[in-house]
């Protein structure tokens, strides 16, 4: 097929969710994908922060070979053990929090969301769910409700009741609003699609007393930010904050679609048969892959290199913001979760197609921001080259 061919079948049949590029990508290798004319390209989006070892990652590969060759899906799914899913647990055990015991997998991110909301009413006898204002936690009707964005929210209306919203990083604002009636706070330790947002060293301790205090289980959505996306293998666990709830997805398979829950002891031990399921439940194929992805993340310290490479992005952005004050508001993000925030939303657009012209795929986000969420195992010159390009795409636009 050709890209002609390709275009021309996504447009005519496929759901009109997306302003698409027009670029059809046919293969990767680590940071780079090529398109089915050969161009190569450089992609610091990671699949919207999924492919975390690199495309075409030959480990990930090798799993899915080896499992599929065995077994897909158990018979009756959950209700049959599976030595993959064990594994993976026995894994999972090593790289939590220790005191978040028991896991459930799912299939994404907003799955593993809305079960850990649901749960937390039946735990607490109690129906409100507090969230923050510029939040994402996913697509589904009760996440939707749960986003503090209301461009993904408003035109669903009427959404879940008993959703409300308090000031990210505000401790007040929370303390005002937690009452005999909040189940839960959902919270992303980092905002990642509300434009990066980093909370002062003191809150997400500060939140977990309160929730506490409150009777109110606290969870945290690693959606975006586990599996060493930002260094440490998750953001609370690292500060040493006892949540409820951790739900995960995007890095934990590398790309392959998968995500979960864990939870403490006390909260899955107010749980009961039948009080949540599906029908994959962590199928033996999604079990291995992740296993997979997530050894490869200890066994090659993948954390160190994300915090080396994240040291020198922000080194370089710093540059740039000081070289293009009357372009660049700010730099922020931790690891390699990082934002550009321009003066102004045309100004991001243009840097951003500027940068595609290049072969460079970066994501632009809450309109004046420019995302990069490279692979976190990428390399210096890869990095670079990179880096190069946005460079040369902001000389442009600012110059
Ligand atoms: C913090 C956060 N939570 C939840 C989600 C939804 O995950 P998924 O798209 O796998 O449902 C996302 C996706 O971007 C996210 O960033």
Same mark, same amino acid.
């Given at each position: 097929?050709?890209?002609? %061919? ?7 049949? @496929? ?10 990508? *046919? ?5 780079? !994908?090529?398109? *089915? ?12 922060? &999924?492919?975390?070892? /690199?495309?075409?990652?030959? &480990? ?28 993976? =647990?026995? =894994? @999972? ?14 299939? $994404? ?33 009760? %996440?939707? $409700? ?20 308090? %000031? ?5 604002? =929370? ?35 309160? +929730? ?15 599996? +060493?996306? %930002? /260094? ?6 690292? @500060?040493? !904050? ?8 995007? /890095? ?16 899955? $031990? ?16 999604? +079990?291995?892959?992740?296993?997979? !992805? ?11 290199? &994300? ?5 020198? +992005? =922000? ?31 045309? @100004?991001?657009?243009?840097? $951003? ?8 795929? !970066? ?37």
């Amino acid at each position: 097929m050709s890209s002609e %061919t390709t275009f021309k079948i996504e447009d005519k049949y @496929m759901a009109p969710f997306f302003v698409k590029q027009q670029i059809s990508i *046919e293969k990767g290798d680590g940071v780079f !994908v090529w398109d *089915e004319e050969g161009n190569r390209y450089i992609d610091f989006t990671s699949g919207w922060g &999924v492919t975390c070892i /690199g495309h075409a990652q030959p &480990v990930i590969t090798e799993a899915l070979l080896n499992q599929s060759r065995k077994i897909i899906q158990n018979p009756n799914s959950g209700l049959t053990y599976s030595p993959a899913r064990a594994g993976l =647990l026995a =894994l @999972m055990k090593e790289v939590l929090p220790p005191h978040l015991t028991h896991v459930f997998f799912s299939n $994404s991110g907003a799955e593993a969301n809305d079960a850990a909301i649901k749960l937390a009413r039946k735990v607490t006898n109690r129906l409100d769910v507090i969230s923050t204002h510029q939040s994402f936690h996913g697509r589904t009707i009760s %996440t939707a $409700s749960a986003t503090g964005q209301a461009s993904h929210r408003e035109k669903f209306n009427p959404l879940m009741p008993n959703y409300r919203f308090v %000031t990210y990083g505000d401790l007040d604002d =929370l303390a005002q609003a937690l009452d005999e009636d909040v189940a839960a706070f959902i919270i992303e330790p980092i905002q990642g699609e509300g434009g990066v947002h980093l909370p002062s060293e003191k809150y997400l301790k500060e939140v977990e007393r309160l +929730c506490s205090k409150n009777g109110t289980l606290l969870i945290t959505d690693e959606v975006q930010t586990g599996f +060493c996306r %930002t /260094g440490p293998m998750f953001v609370t666990g690292s @500060m040493g !904050v006892k949540v409820d709830f951790l739900t995960m997805a995007k /890095g934990i398979a590398g790309g392959f679609p998968f995500g979960g829950f864990a939870m403490s002891k006390k909260v899955a $031990s107010r749980l009961e048969i039948g009080d949540h399921g599906g029908t994959y439940c962590g199928n033996p194929l999604g +079990c291995a892959v992740a296993h997979a !992805v997530i050894k490869y993340l200890v066994d090659h310290n993948v954390s160190a290199n &994300v915090e080396t490479m994240g040291g020198i +992005c =922000l080194a370089t952005m710093g540059q740039w913001k000081e070289r293009y004050p009357h372009a660049i508001k700010d730099i922020r993000g931790k690891g390699l979760l990082l934002l550009i925030e321009f003066a102004d939303p045309d @100004m991001a657009a243009r840097v $951003s197609d500027g940068c595609l012209d290049r072969k460079l795929f !970066v994501r632009q986000t809450q309109g004046n921001g420019i995302r990069v969420f490279p692979a976190l195992n990428i390399k210096e010159n890869e990095l670079k080259e990179g880096l190069g390009i946005m460079q040369a795409a902001i000389e442009q636009v600012a110059g």
